[in-house]
């Protein structure tokens, strides 16, 4: 069993920065994939970033890409997500996943566990 918990989520001006943190519990999270979704209401969970084991390779959405950095420290049972120029519609719950696994996953349905997810609100 892995535990999850998110937090830096809050509200921030259009162009502003968050940066949202995954913290890990139970389990050697150093052997699991991270990924990081958003769902906002009336809206499908979208996928926004996943990191691997190792933090070697990572992707991101098109949406978020060169605005967002998902990055990780095993030693701390953590996993983060940098966000840069906010927009209005990356206002959402954000929500990180963990699945034991060596690779990148990209869907939400792969993922086993989840945290409960942090508000994020951008205002224009």
């Known amino acids: 069993q892995v535990q999850l918990v998110e937090s830096g989520g809050g509200l921030v001006q259009a162009g502003g920065s968050l940066r949202l943190s995954c913290a890990a519990s139970g389990r050697t999270f150093s052997d699991y994939a991270v990924g990081w979704f958003r769902q906002a209401p009336g809206k499908e969970r979208e996928f926004v970033a996943a990191?691997?084991?190792?933090?070697?390779?990572?992707y991101y959405a098109d949406s978020v890409k060169g605005r967002f950095t998902i990055s990780r420290d095993n030693a701390k049972n953590s996993v983060y997500l940098q966000m840069n120029s906010l927009k209005p519609e990356d206002a959402a719950v954000y929500s990180c996943?963990?699945?034991?696994?060596?690779?990148?996953?990209?869907?939400?349905?792969?993922?086993?566990?989840w945290g409960q997810g942090t508000q994020v609100t951008v205002s224009s």
């Open positions: 996943a963990a699945k034991l696994y060596r690779g990148i996953l990209v869907h939400h349905t792969i993922y086993d566990y």
């Open positions: 990191i691997s084991w190792s933090g070697g390779t990572t």
